[in-house]
């Protein structure tokens, strides 16, 4: 029985830690705090987490194409997915209605300053359903640069010869784990498109862009991705390494005691 039982404990699996992969990268610009400008990405196939300073945690299912947003200063987390962007859709969309009818009451002069005060202030461009985002131009440049130890090559996004993004782009056999990340890149992609497109379906809202590059477009993986506004360069995130870790079972799990806040127009 003592041998057997030896036996058995052999077979059980010693940690609850496999092993993932950890990017460190480093951000920079005016639109983000100083408490995120630098971090770690850990992935595990089809899920991610990335914290965000010491304050924020975002968990990411590419598969499920659902998101946890984690506020550690009040204990909360926000869960989005398609079922809640459908529902702030559905409450958004008659809010934005009723405000154009309202506005359209107004004699021509204040309504376009309260127009402008809406788009100014609150995000909000009550003028029309455009595209949140153009298709944008892409192309290679003769350019190359280097991050984390890697060369690449710059590719710009244009939008109507206005620069809007720039990518310093490898191809995923030149990056430790690159099938991981191109598989996190395009699971990003398409939350970004489906969920977000979602939400803004009206196209009244103007949502901050995220840089995230379209991976099968550029041909490889962004080292370097930069973001601009008006020429102006506001954003630039950058590998700064790709390692192989262990992740414990508790990764990708929300924080015991923590309460989950819903977004508006969801059922509580």
């Not at 299912?61 to 009040?74: C, L, R, T, W």
């Not at 859709?89 to 809010?95: I, Q, S, T, W």
């Amino acid at each position: 029985m003592f041998i057997r039982s030896l036996v058995l404990l052999a077979l059980l699996p010693l940690s609850t830690a496999h092993a993932g992969v950890s990017v460190q990268y480093d951000s920079t610009g005016s639109v983000i705090p100083n408490s995120a400008k630098g971090g770690t990405i850990l992935i595990d196939k089809h899920r991610s987490r990335m914290d965000v300073g010491t304050n924020a945690t975002v968990i990411f299912d590419g598969n499920a194409q659902s998101m946890e947003i984690i506020s550690h200063d009040d204990k909360t987390y926000t869960v989005l997915d398609k079922a809640s962007a459908e529902a702030i859709a559905a409450e958004l969309e008659p809010a934005l209605q009723q405000m154009r009818t309202q506005l359209q009451a107004l004699p021509p002069e204040q309504r376009e300053m309260m127009e402008k005060m809406m788009a100014e202030r609150m995000g909000i461009n009550l003028q029309g359903a455009a595209e949140q985002e153009p298709d944008l131009d892409l192309k290679k440049t003769d350019k190359s640069g280097e991050s984390g130890g890697i060369a690449c090559n710059w590719w710009q996004a244009t939008d109507d010869t206005v620069l809007r993004y720039e990518y310093c782009v490898t191809p995923a056999k030149n990056v430790p784990y690159g099938d991981d990340l191109l598989k996190y890149f395009q699971d990003l992609k398409q939350f970004k498109r489906e969920i977000v497109g979602t939400i803004n379906r009206s196209g009244a809202l103007q949502i901050p862009s995220l840089p995230i590059a379209d991976v099968r477009e550029i041909e490889g993986l962004p080292l370097i991705s930069r973001q601009y506004q008006d020429g102006k360069l506001i954003l630039e995130s950058r590998f700064v390494s790709v390692t192989e870790t262990d992740l414990p079972a508790a990764t990708f799990k929300l924080p015991e005691g923590y309460s989950e806040q819903k977004l508006p127009g969801v059922a509580r």
